[in-house]
């Protein structure tokens, strides 16, 4: 019998939000201008493409010749040229046979562990990788293996145990660190068991390989038949959606199967009109990527020679370490109170439990704004660091 006085039925986020307040991690929005009246080293615009006119013109004529919207699913109404296009610029840019495009990059890293994997299937998975890949594993209903950061034995022992359908999946680039997975080790295991290798690239595409053609392309593994890639183009392409890359008989598989391309709305038509211009851009300055990896070196050494501990990059991502979470969160925030926008990682979100400022380096930042950004950091550091 329910009784006389029924309790609410969210009641109980009261309780959860009084935790999270006592761990120091509660998560607040915050709304920007759209005139920055501060320095960004907290965005993942890489290339520093998102504001410009080429990219932002591209847009706007993109909406006005197809709409705001795509108006529905890829199959029925939502497939643009411009959508087939971006894909054939897109798998040709990067060295791939096919490419599908997603209205996100989350979107995109579902689709291929669901559709790719079956209940028999293992999918063995870095313990570092990225929580869309840790949701596609989890709604595959594939048997998972996490295995140690950037272990190829590990993923070897996985692998060994296993008979049947298995694929490995990784990062790049790691968001957390910025550091790189070892792509040519973990493909030569793969290929011992015949297992597919899924790469996340979205840190890597506009940063790694000749001109920025990504991180698969600087392996020499791009367009390899036992290989797919993930891309988000709302990073170094500076707009939004993720896309698919691989052999077209995987991309024909996930046009039929992904539910995450059958039954999501298909990406708005501005936001395929930047990621295209950027793209081109990208093609036509092939510097810009050179340019974003030098940021980074740069902002690494600076902060490292005076007395900072930070993780050497790989790409684009600076990770400093912080001597714990509440330090890391007030460090943050001064920052931002001198005019720097830099990101915070804290536990639950880091898998290692060191809290670290992360830092993102960008194409376009003059020597200036490098050094005002070094100077505010080191400003602001906790003591006894």
């Known amino acids: 019998m329910p009784s006389a006085t029924p309790r609410a039925p969210f009641e109980w986020t009261d309780a959860a939000a009084r935790g999270r307040a006592a761990a120091g991690l509660v998560r607040t929005l915050r709304p920007r201008t759209a005139e920055p009246d501060l320095l960004d080293l907290a965005s993942n615009d890489y290339l520093g493409l998102t504001r410009r006119p080429e990219i932002t013109g591209a847009a706007a004529a993109a909406a006005r010749r197809w709409g705001a919207g795509a108006t529905g699913s890829r199959l029925v109404t939502g497939s643009t040229v411009l959508h087939a296009e971006l894909e054939r610029e897109l798998a040709e840019f990067c060295g791939f046979e096919a490419a599908l495009v997603f209205s996100s990059g989350y979107a995109a890293n579902i689709a291929a562990l669901t559709a790719l994997t079956d209940r028999g299937s293992l999918i063995v998975s870095d313990a570092d990788n990225h929580a869309s890949i840790v949701d596609g594993c989890r709604l595959s209903r594939a ?25 490995a999946v990784t990062d790049s680039v790691f968001s957390v660190d910025g550091d790189a997975a ?171 439990g060191i809290s670290r400022l992360r830092l993102t380096a960008r194409a376009d930042l003059t020597e200036r704004q490098i050094e005002a950004a070094v100077g505010t950091i080191l400003r602001t550091a906790p003591t006894g660091r």
């Open 182 to 352: 070892p792509l040519t080790e973990l493909a030569a295991v793969c290929r011992r068991y015949g297992a597919a290798l899924v790469v996340d690239d979205a840190h890597g595409l506009g940063v790694l390989g000749d001109g920025g053609r990504g991180a698969l392309r600087a392996a020499g593994l791009a367009g390899d038949g036992d290989v797919v890639a993930t891309v988000t183009l709302s990073k170094s392409l500076g707009s939004q959606g993720g896309a698919v890359l691989g052999p077209a008989r995987v991309i024909d598989h996930l046009v039929n199967t992904a539910r995450t391309f059958i039954f999501d709305t298909g990406l708005a038509p501005a936001s395929v009109g930047a990621a295209l211009a950027s793209l081109r851009l990208l093609r036509s300055d092939p510097q810009l990527a050179d340019r974003v990896r030098t940021v980074a070196r740069t902002l690494h050494g600076r902060l490292t020679a005076a007395g900072l501990s930070a993780v050497q990059p790989q790409a684009a991502v600076v990770s400093v370490l912080a001597p714990s979470p509440d330090q890391a969160l007030r460090w943050a925030a001064d920052c931002r109170d001198a005019g720097l926008v830099v990101g915070c990682f804290r536990p639950p979100s880091v898998p290692d």
């Open 143 to 167: 048997q998972t293996a996490v295995v140690p950061h950037a272990d190829p034995e590990a993923v070897d022992k996985a692998l060994d145990a296993h008979d049947g359908r298995a694929l």
